[in-house]
């Protein structure tokens, strides 16, 4: 038995290599292309455009050198990776090594070569600084617009249609009673009928808000439908799985970009519940791979081109939440596979960059990242640790509510006819949405206002419902407020924000998922900082009117200000997030970069850690990694330790009753049998063997690489017929001088496959995979090949022992 | 850049009043009686809008309002005794960003300035007008294009398509009859684009498979659900 077959139907696969030559690269072009002939004869074929291609695509590797050079030259092709194929790191980081060496050797030789070489070192800075440049433009484009259009719902701007309502109201003086209203900005009430009261007015604001909602919502599943599929939900489960090291061609492509930002936009505005900040690292990471095609260095090798990917992951959270030290560790902790410390100081380099380059573009007007920046710092007592502790609780629970509900309900929609109503399901889910959203004023509100809202500390400049408290102004001295009684409109806002928090606990789970680019983070940290607003107004009052109870008594006197619901929000928030995504270190960054206080880092982390533990305990994995199991993406969890007592012999292919492993002998098979096996057989690649009787192992040869190659010599190559001898030995075999011409593979073989005993431990085995990346790893006994065991070998096994089915867990 | 932050530097240690002098000592910060905020953040928070889009204005090609315009100091004063609170918006100079300044007509008499602007938080602003124009403009366009070049794709081209090659070739394309999709019909047209062979088809060639790409993301998305789900 061969390599691991892709198990899509035979139909689909051929769909698979068709779109292998999509426009994510030239040179992957002509490798789809020739791959199609070969592979699918009754597909339209696109072989007489090949010739012309490659000529005028070879670049390096000119077309006009002749057969000898033609051989020792890489054919363009051999060396990449069909669709939803899995990439082999091993390989990919020793052809760079090899091109790295190439490179230096050759440095001395000439001026040219050492400004080569010196261009080379620099490409990947240089790359950096282009990904932060593009990646924070495009996230000032969409708060920009997602602000705009999220105001365009309840009104427009006289004064220029493109203003939110904070800039239409940039120069207007008013009370505090009326904070919102300006003459310039005129909500649709009042445009159409010429006033804003009464029960009309506000039906047809109602009915406007909910138009807009609609429309927007629309307008973005049809772009993502029509143009761009990939560019629909958040984006980070199939991220992570490309960086280690899958491959879905066009993914990152730049329709997937283009429609990505501009219909993230209209989702994020339409008031559906869900955020920007996953799709942003998409965004990013798009940005990333479309620039990696300037840099012959990252376009031609995947490992590296994954490299760049994790640090645009980093430059994508770094826009998003404004915080770019915990961009780079949410790559570094929730992303990444694979990252070296090079990685490091370079996603280091490109969050810098996007943050400047959106600091610089200013997008909310105040000079912050993000919309919900808070500063504040007030103390903390040791005691506040308790509802810190409880808020952690609540975050744990909801985050493993949330991804059992959400990972149920997204299985309905890929198993049953649900999923085949996208565009409905959406225009049903943001109805609702926007019918039940307004006539709550914090559902109303985008939610990074709402967060922005319940982080605040209630100073004495504050005039929204959730700061009415009981103000006794002849004792207050400047900014210093003491704990008062909640009035009348705290406790409006309480129940308001219990109905809003209701809402938003259900509506979410059927939000996440649907087909427009959504994200996860600000939804989950409105829970959580609703949550913990309502905990936090609750000790506020309870250590008010029993500040005489001897819990308070030490730190918590009539007349002092101890307990800040704001931090209590915050805290929420984190924990909350955390449940869903359990992350911890990033997390607790991200949040003390979005407060810039560095007194509140143990109660984040208190809230963080308690919210894992709680979550960890009912379901094992976050919300991502229970995405990426149910859309069976090969996926070699690095975090989770492999603890079965089993044997490669165990693993590995073929199985004791099954026909003996497909090989290919190293100088003794024609260019005839070699067709037959491909033919016959879907595997990705075959070992090499010195011959069947002894079974030594020579070598491992990929498919891809073989089919490019024959079909090369057969027509560039005179005398290469049928019968014709492959031989992948340094030198020819002897043969009878009336044998046809013989086929040198050499160059294709790779000399060094990994192997193992077939007594090695899985253990082991699944660490190799891991560490190293891996795709496939012989097994040998005494010496001889034995059997081979695969990545997706590996993942059916511990799914196995897992008690999971493995045929469903796996991509097919 | 340079000059900006000498600029800076300057507008830190403003000539103040008297009165205004003895606010900021007596440490009515963050009630924000110093320009700007925290000392260690003035170079940062005083970059005015991006430099990209000053290129823009410099070039007159986007000249729409001046940038002066762009600056605002707000100030929020508190209810005191009895007048409501009251938030002020005035375009000033950064150094003239307090209460004294802003806040006119004064609500309160004489004596009581002092202690009404003691509570008052004044707080600079800047924003870029051209860039939020521009931006929302770019974005509006792109979306347009995109709307329509999708009601092209869905309504306008099969009947183009059909009147350019008659009803036989649409009716071979065998597999797509019934997807009512927009370019449902591209396997054929790419069969077609080839058998010609000039540098306008080679446009209309990589139209076709981008379509063909778009097709297989649909189909693997949304018919067979293998990915995002």
């Known amino acids: ?282 965004v990013a990471c798009c940005c990333g791979n479309i620039l990696c095609h300037l840099f012959t260095k990252y376009r031609k090798n995947e490992a590296k081109r994954r490299e760049v990917l994790s640090a645009a992951a980093a430059a994508g959270v770094s826009v998003a939440f404004g915080a770019p030290i915990g961009g780079v560790l949410f790559s570094l902790e929730e992303v990444s596979y694979y990252f070296p410390l090079k990685t490091l100081w370079r996603s280091f380099f490109a969050a810098l960059v996007a943050a400047f380059t959106l600091r610089s573009i200013n997008p909310f007007g105040n000079s912050r990242l993000v919309l919900f920046y808070v500063e504040f710092h007030m103390p903390w007592h040791l005691l506040e640790l308790v509802p810190f502790i409880i808020l952690g609780i609540f975050g744990g629970l909801w985050g493993a509510f949330f991804i059992r509900s959400n990972i149920a309900w997204c299985r309905r929609r890929k198993t049953t006819k649900l999923g085949k109503y996208p565009v409905l399901e959406v225009f049903v889910v943001t109805a609702i949405t926007a019918v039940l959203a307004f006539p709550n004023e914090y559902t109303r509100m985008s939610t990074s206002e709402l967060i922005s809202e319940l982080f605040n500390d209630c100073g004495i400049l504050d005039s929204s419902k959730l700061c009415e408290y009981v103000n006794d102004f002849n004792s207050t001295k400047g900014d210093d407020l003491p704990d008062r009684a909640a009035g009348p409109g705290v406790y409006t806002a309480m129940w308001q924000l219990a109905l809003a928090l209701i809402m938003k606990v259900f509506i979410t789970i059927f939000t996440f998922g649907m087909k427009v680019p959504s994200g996860l983070f600000i939804p989950s940290m409105a829970v959580g900082a609703i949550a913990g607003r309502l905990l936090g107004v609750a000790v506020e009052q309870l250590a008010y009117y029993h500040h005489d109870w001897p819990i308070f008594s030490g730190w918590c006197s009539q007349g002092a200000d101890c307990i800040t619901p704001g931090l209590y929000a915050m805290v929420g928030a984190a924990a909350c997030l955390g449940g869903v995504t359990r992350m911890t270190v990033s997390l607790v960054v991200i949040m003390f970069e979005l407060t810039g206080g560095l007194e509140y880092i143990v109660p984040l982390m208190a809230a963080a850690m308690t919210s894992k533990w709680v979550a960890d305990a009912i379901g094992r994995e976050g919300i991502y990694d229970a995405h990426i199991r149910l859309n069976g993406y090969p996926f070699l969890e690095a975090k989770e330790e492999f603890s079965h007592k089993t044997l490669a012999m165990d693993v590995m292919r073929p199985r004791r009753n099954d026909p003996p492993l497909t090989v290919i002998t190293q100088d003794s098979m024609t260019v005839e049998d070699v067709e037959s096996i491909i033919n016959e057989t879907t595997y990705s690649g075959y070992p090499v063997v010195v011959s069947r009787e002894s079974q030594r192992l020579v070598g491992f040869v990929l498919r891809r690489d073989l089919i490019i190659s024959i079909e090369n010599a057969r027509k560039k190559q005179d005398g290469i017929v049928s019968t014709s001898i492959i031989y992948f030995t340094d030198h020819s075999p002897p043969l009878p001088p009336s044998s046809p011409s013989m086929l040198k593979l050499r160059s294709i073989l790779d000399l060094s496959p990994f192997t193992v005993t077939d007594q090695t431990p899985m253990e082991i085995v699944v660490d190799i995979f891991r560490k190293l990346g891996l795709r496939q790893c012989l097994v040998t006994h005494n010496g001889k090949l034995l059997g081979i065991i695969t990545k997706k070998d590996v993942l059916k096994h511990i799914a196995q022992l897992a008690n999971q089915d493995p045929d469903s867990i796996l991509f097919n | 850049m340079a000059r900006r932050l000498v600029k800076c530097k300057y507008a830190q240690a403003p000539p103040l009043s008297a009165v205004r002098s003895r606010y900021v000592t007596e440490g009515t910060s963050p009630a924000g009686m110093t320009p700007g905020g925290t000392p260690g953040r003035e170079p940062l928070e005083l970059v005015p809008a991006p430099r990209i889009f000053h290129l823009f204005n410099d070039n007159q090609l986007f000249d729409f309002s001046s940038n002066s315009e762009d600056v605002r100091c707000k100030c929020i004063c508190p209810p005191y005794k009895d007048h409501l609170g009251h938030i002020y918006n005035k375009n000033i100079s950064q150094k003239d960003c307090d209460c004294l300044h802003v806040v006119e007509p004064m609500p309160v008499p004489g004596p009581d300035v002092e202690a009404y602007c003691l509570r008052c938080e004044c707080k600079y602003e800047e924003r870029s007008s051209v860039t939020i124009k521009v931006t929302i403009i770019i974005y509006l366009s792109i979306l347009g294009l995109l709307l329509l070049y999708m009601v092209y794709l869905t309504l306008a081209e099969p009947i183009l398509k059909r009147r350019l090659f008659g009803h036989s070739q649409l009716i071979q394309s065998d597999e797509d009859i019934g997807d009512h999709q927009p370019f449902a019909n591209a396997h054929d047209v790419l069969a077609r684009s080839r058998s010609r062979a000039n540098v306008l088809n080679k446009v209309e060639y990589a139209q076709q498979r981008w379509k063909l790409q778009v097709q297989e993301q649909r189909k693997s998305v949304f018919d067979r659900h293998v990915v995002l789900s």
């Open chain 1, 1 to 282: 038995m061969g390599l691991e077959a892709l198990a899509m139907d035979q139909k689909g696969y051929r769909r698979g290599s068709f779109q292998s030559s999509t426009s994510d690269e030239d040179m992957l072009e002509i490798a789809g292309a020739s791959l199609d002939f070969s592979v699918a004869d009754d597909d339209p074929p696109l072989y007489r455009e090949m010739g012309g291609f490659s000529s005028y695509n070879g670049g390096g590797m000119n077309g006009t050198s002749t057969i000898m050079d033609f051989l020792e030259e890489p054919l363009p092709g051999v060396g990449t990776y069909e669709d939803f194929n899995t990439i082999d790191w091993v390989r990919e980081k020793s052809r760079d090594r090899d091109r790295h060496r190439e490179i230096t050797s050759r440095s001395k030789e000439s001026t040219w070569a050492l400004i080569h070489s010196v261009s080379d070192a620099f490409s990947g800075w240089l790359l950096m600084l282009l990904i932060g440049l593009l990646a924070g433009s495009l996230a000032g484009l969409i708060d920009i617009s997602a602000h705009w259009m999220t105001d365009l719902k309840e009104g427009v701007c006289l004064a220029g249609f493109w203003f939110n309502h904070e800039h239409c109201c940039w120069k207007s003086n008013t009370t505090f009673m009326d904070r919102d209203k300006c003459p310039e900005w005129m909500s649709w009430s009042e445009l159409i009928l010429g006033h804003g009261e009464g029960a009309f007015a506000y039906i047809l604001n109602y009915f406007m808000y909910v138009t807009w909602a609609l429309l927007f919502s629309l307008l973005a599943v049809l772009l993502v439908k029509g143009f761009a599929p990939y560019a629909c939900g958040s984006g980070i489960p199939e991220i992570k799985t490309i960086l280690s090291g899958f491959i879905i061609r066009g993914y990152l492509g730049k329709w997937t970009l283009i429609i990505k930002t501009i219909t993230l936009v209209l989702a994020v505005s339409s008031g559906l519940s869900l955020g920007k900040e996953g799709p942003l690292v998409h």
